[in-house]
């Protein structure tokens, strides 16, 4: 299973980017398909939405700022960043908690995409 994200760059304050997100590979479901980010000196964190199954959700800080879709064969996601803030500003990687097909059998695990990096100017 590969992730590769793109859309990563630098943007104005704001401004908007597009970040998307493509799983490749023997995926038979997934658990979440999700972004996370790192700001520098600060540990990873999940971005504050969630595709799960098929609902999304948001919390405060991003609402009405991020909206997530994914594509008809779900296996690429795409994260639409409208009135970025300085503060927004990190390595976004994508994760996916997936079932996969693996010797023959059905495997579960979590994979990581290689990272974009997103830069918001003030």
């Known amino acids: 299973v590969t992730l590769v994200e793109s859309g990563g760059g630098l943007a104005q304050a704001g401004g908007s980017l597009r970040l998307s997100c493509a799983a490749s590979?023997?995926?038979?479901?997934?658990?979440?398909f999700d972004w996370y980010r790192q700001a520098p000196g600060k540990q990873r964190e999940k971005v504050p939405y969630?595709?799960?199954?098929?609902?999304?959700n948001y919390t405060d800080s991003v609402k009405g700022r991020f909206t997530n879709s994914r594509n008809d064969d779900k296996k690429t996601m795409f994260l639409q960043m409208n009135s970025l803030r300085p503060e927004d500003t990190a390595v976004y990687y994508c994760?996916?908690?997936?079932?996969?097909?693996?010797?023959?059998?059905?495997?579960?695990?979590?994979?990581w995409g290689q990272g974009t990096q997103v830069t918001i100017s003030s």
């Open positions: 994760h996916a908690d997936v079932l996969y097909y693996s010797d023959g059998d059905i495997s579960s695990g979590e994979f």
């Open positions: 590979g023997a995926i038979v479901d997934f658990k979440t």
């Open positions: 969630i595709i799960h199954v098929d609902s999304t």
